[in-house]
């Protein structure tokens, strides 16, 4: 299957960090300004890694009580689950919700599970939930989780390729998503190829106010100049 936007177009997005796409869909979709991107705390121990851009794959974990499948039945979820996360098309990020009354009583993520995610084309997780093995997850899988936590409890995949709710962002399975260390935001994929260019704008006009404030003698009155307003009124 083939990826809705150009490998161009995943690129120029992946140079861009989480906070600018937004400031870009506010211009590209006026309609997104309040919604669609992560709003809740979340732990974020790789801040170094670079952005990641990726067709989100999707489930929902609980890890609170014990199954009441049978470990066959479970193995088969698992297993299917697993076979949804390496459909294309890819790159894909994998974003799952934990519906535990307290989430991240259990971790799905560690050392194994970002090893097979990533060894299935998922650049990260984010995620509600909790995570652990810090030093020994896959090299340069991103993680944007709860908490870290210590346990796997009863650990395991309820639901899979369904709409999640994480850190208050909805996500349809196949959206595109786009995260770095500050979070994550859905993309539209209509205007993707729009978000490159409106935030070089966006940048072009932020660089004058700045480079302005680095100067000696910067005020307000020098802020009203370049805003076009009059001061007087």
């Not at 909790?130 to 409890?153: C, K, N, T, V």
């Not at 309820?158 to 962002?169: F, K, Q, T």
């Not at 978000?195 to 700045?210: N, R, S, T």
Request: glycine share 10%; with cysteine.
């Amino acid at each position: 299957m083939s990826s809705p936007v150009s490998d161009e177009v995943l690129a120029a997005l992946r140079a861009l960090d989480t906070p600018t796409v937004c400031n870009a869909l506010e211009v590209v979709a006026p309609e997104r300004r309040g919604f669609g991107y992560t709003i809740s705390p979340f732990f974020a121990p790789r801040p170094h890694l670079e952005p990641i851009v990726g067709y989100a794959r999707t489930g929902k974990i609980r890890a609170q009580t014990p199954p009441t499948d049978d470990a066959d039945a479970s193995t088969r979820t698992r297993l299917a689950y697993y076979e949804h996360i390496g459909q294309g098309p890819g790159p894909t990020i994998t974003v799952i919700e934990d519906i535990d009354e307290i989430p991240g009583y259990g971790a799905w993520w560690g050392e194994v599970n970002t090893n097979i995610h990533k060894g299935l084309g998922s650049l990260g997780v984010i995620t509600n939930g909790s995570i652990r093995d810090l030093p020994d997850s896959a090299e340069g899988f991103q993680l944007l989780a709860g908490m870290p936590g210590p346990s796997h409890a009863w650990v395991r995949v309820e639901e899979y390729n369904v709409p999640v709710e994480v850190l208050g962002m909805h996500v349809e399975p196949g959206d595109l998503i786009h995260a770095d260390q500050h979070g994550a935001v859905v993309i539209p994929i209509d205007v993707a190829d729009q978000v490159p260019q409106a935030a070089a704008d966006i940048a072009a006009k932020e660089a004058v106010l700045i480079n302005a404030s680095q100067q000696p003698g910067f005020n307000a009155a020098k802020l009203y100049e370049l805003m076009g307003v009059d001061p007087g009124h």
